[in-house]
């Protein structure tokens, strides 16, 4: 009896937060549509770029799906590679093969490599090449590829929990309300709120970036100032997302519900996963997602060693997602009181 | 428009509605509501739940804007940022920060209104010996009583010296020691020349002010003081003569 009417109560509940119940059948569908754009698109091709490479092998390489360039000498292709348009350069020097490997993504580096040693095994060169990395080395583990990425998905993870819900409850406890009807100005409270949490955010990144790079150990080749600047930037970007969000959401647990909405779908186009296989008007996608560009541009800093004219852009567009989530948080307390 | 003098004038009301109608949707909150409240004046806004006291309150402070009509304060036209400084509310929730202290609770406010330095500390020491909560500033508030933390936020509202106290329900699930006690408190300000209008479903408190507005689905039923309002209805309790003015406005509707 007791059992019935609590379970009744559960539908009835259910049943009035709609949003909750749409929720439970369509976020995981969202979830397992991305995930199999991701990882069941097209073949990847890696591109290699061929310098001095005798036809035969190019036709092996190209019978194995390898996405072949033929530059005409060895520096058109170099620059090639640094700009991450080639995955690996294959070169003959005075007779002998050799392979640069880019080295960004330990699983690109595989694929290349396992290509590279069934067209040989094929009997199309005698000789085996010597294989040289322009980035990390054959010890790069696949966390170190990751880590980058993990970082800045984890400081935007809680920072968008944290700030979401401490707005969430201003509101709720009636304090929102309260503080409105002092003389505050709405930008003075988004303003408030960023530079309370941006202690918080920038005490996290430090700590982040110090216990990643000298406790774990993740491969590092640039500079840690850099790295610091970038999770800054991702977490503000949080902060702001997040507050801009709880004004959508009346409940604590309205906000978790933003997790597979808001959260998952950055994870998928954060580079975790090798986008290449993806339909390329679906990678265009990850251009409106904060995370792309805060991963981006930690990849380039830990892996490659970039410096600022190398991931600059980035800093602009997290800038930019800031103010725009800012703005229009401003403009949503006018939900609150109208002046 | 109205031509409202850019100064506050001494003599204005302390707040002046003026044909005020506010929708939510489809929904008539308050119809063609006129009224003023003149300076001093201890006002209490009758009504049960639901006939739209808040939604009135928070039209008169700005925080809401009416769809119909002209809402001016002290003889400035609202909303107006800057009035904001001139009232304080105190709503039907808490509104605290639990984490804070009491002083700190107090100090954030206190800011939020300009006041810094010993001027704050000296008010929120005067606020504090108001309400007696002196010993207790100290104390984080989620470890406050019901009672204490409803003190506490009467001595927020108190904070900046406001002209104007707009209190909703301030007694709502209050002992009688301590609902006496504010009230006793509220018509001290009032006698130092603060006006306040308080909003109440209680009949008993509403006799305590010096006039009543009774408020029913929306409409300001009657405005008199406690006594005249008895005597148009011909009763002897503000109970009965809310009943009897309620069954008069049902019919006109």
């Excluded at chain 1, 002092?182 to 930008?187: D, F, L, N, Q, Y």
């Excluded at chain 1, 150990?217 to 709880?246: F, K």
Aim: with cysteine; proline share 4%; glycine share 8%.
């Amino acid at each position: 009896m007791r059992i019935k009417a609590l379970a009744i109560r559960i539908i009835h509940q259910f049943i009035k937060d709609k949003r909750t119940l749409a929720l439970l059948f369509l976020a995981p569908l969202l979830v397992l549509s991305l995930m199999k754009l991701i990882f069941d698109g097209q073949t990847v091709s890696p591109a290699i770029g061929a310098v001095d490479i005798p036809p035969t092998l190019i036709e092996k390489m190209e019978q194995l799906h390898a996405d072949i360039t033929v530059f005409a000498n060895a520096s058109d292709a170099q620059s090639a590679l640094g700009t991450g348009d080639l995955a690996a350069i294959l070169q003959l020097d005075g007779g002998q093969p050799k392979l640069i490997l880019e080295g960004s993504d330990p699983s690109v580096n595989k694929a290349v490599l396992l290509l590279l040693q069934n067209a040989f095994q094929n009997g199309a060169a005698s000789t085996s090449p010597t294989i040289s990395y322009l980035h990390g080395g054959p010890d790069m583990a696949a966390f170190d590829a990751f880590g980058p990425v993990l970082i800045g998905f984890f400081s935007f993870f809680f920072v968008f929990l944290l700030a979401g819900v401490s707005f969430l409850r201003e509101r709720t406890s009636g304090t929102l309300e309260r503080l409105l009807a002092t003389p505050i100005r709405r930008s003075e409270i988004v303003s408030g709120y960023l530079a309370g949490f941006g202690i918080f955010t920038l005490l996290q990144a430090s700590l982040i970036a110090w216990f990643s790079v000298d406790v774990l150990g993740l491969y590092m080749a640039g500079s840690i100032g850099y790295m610091l600047v970038i999770n800054l930037l991702l977490s503000l970007t949080a902060l702001t997302l997040g507050t801009l969000l709880s004004s959508f959401a009346s409940s604590e647990f309205q906000i978790i519900q933003f997790i597979p909405l808001v959260i998952v779908p950055q994870v998928f186009f954060s580079g975790l996963f090798n986008l290449d296989a993806m339909n390329p008007w679906l990678q265009k996608l990850s251009l409106i997602m904060p995370l792309y560009y805060g991963a981006d541009a930690m990849q380039g800093i830990m892996i490659r060693g970039e410096g600022w004219m190398d991931f600059h852009r980035d800093v602009y567009v997290l800038i930019g997602f800031s103010l725009l989530f800012a703005i229009l948080n401003v403009l949503a307390l006018k939900k609150h009181r109208r002046m | 428009m109205h031509a409202f003098p850019n100064k506050p004038l001494a003599s204005a009301p302390a707040v002046e509605l003026k044909s005020i109608s506010r929708h939510f949707g489809n929904h008539t909150v308050l119809q063609d509501i006129t009224l003023a409240i003149p300076r001093g004046q201890l006002f209490g806004l009758l009504g049960p739940s639901g006939s739209g006291k808040t939604t009135l309150i928070k039209l008169m402070t700005g925080i809401d804007r009416a769809d119909k009509g002209t809402v001016a304060m002290l003889g400035e036209p609202m909303p107006q940022l800057k009035m904001l400084q001139t009232f304080g509310y105190m709503a039907q929730a808490d509104a605290l920060y639990a984490e804070l202290t009491g002083k700190q609770n107090l100090a954030f406010f206190g800011a939020m209104f300009g006041l810094k330095g010993a001027l704050l500390q000296a008010r929120i020491q005067s606020v504090a010996k108001l309400v007696d909560l002196t010993n207790h500033l100290n104390k984080q508030t989620s470890a406050y009583s019901g009672g204490m933390k409803r003190r506490l936020s009467l001595a927020v509202a108190l904070l900046h010296e406001p002209q104007l106290l707009v209190l909703d329900e301030p007694t709502v699930g209050i002992d009688p020691v301590l609902r006496q006690s504010i009230w006793k408190e509220l018509s001290a300000l009032s006698k130092q020349g603060v006006t306040i209008i308080v909003t109440t479903h209680v009949m008993d408190e509403a006799e305590k002010c010096d006039r009543l507005g009774l408020i029913r689905g929306g409409k300001l039923i009657a405005v008199d003081t406690p006594k005249g309002i008895m005597e148009q209805s011909g009763t002897t309790t503000i109970e009965e003569a809310f009943i009897a003015f309620g069954q008069a406005g049902g019919e006109e509707a």
